[in-house]
């Protein structure tokens, strides 16, 4: 279909992060684990819920795929995130174990602000915890 995907390379060999079950659109990577178990990026969606250029953050791991991050930290974190906007994948850092995640986006009032998000379950996997978003701290 001509889309540009990311990938990971595994024993050698390239592997493409299929992006069909956000919409198969084009996806980059910006971010691996220290084990390649975890990637973040963002895949155009043409959706303008976390930024206004059509592109979503997500999180790939070998067991459940590619996965929009405001998916994962709504309904396994039990976030509300309605009045938030994420922001693009390309302004996030990834940890080395793959358990946070920190970026900046737009808070409820429609400023600029930080945010973290922490999982106790490096896998990202189904029951994995994660924290609200929260702004800066003073």
């Known amino acids: ?34 084990l390649g178990q975890i990637v973040l990026g963002e895949v155009q969606t043409n959706e303008t819920v976390d930024n206004d250029e059509g592109f979503e953050p997500f999180i790939w791991t070998p067991a ?9 930290l709504e309904t396994e974190g039990g976030l509300s995130l309605a009045d938030w906007r994420l922001g693009r994948a390309a302004d996030m850092v990834l940890s080395a174990d793959g358990t946070v995640v920190v970026g900046w986006g737009q808070g409820p009032g429609g400023e600029n602000q930080g945010w973290v998000a922490r999982w106790a ?18």
């Open 1 to 34: 279909d001509g889309a540009e995907l990311a990938f990971v390379w595994r024993d050698g060999v390239r592997a493409e992060l299929s992006s069909a079950p956000l919409g198969g659109g084009h996806s980059i990577a910006y971010g691996v684990s220290g």
């Open 64 to 72: 459940t795929g590619m996965r929009r991050l405001r998916d994962l």
């Open 121 to 138: 379950d490096p896998k990202i996997s189904k029951g994995s915890k994660g924290t609200t978003p929260k702004g800066p701290t003073s």
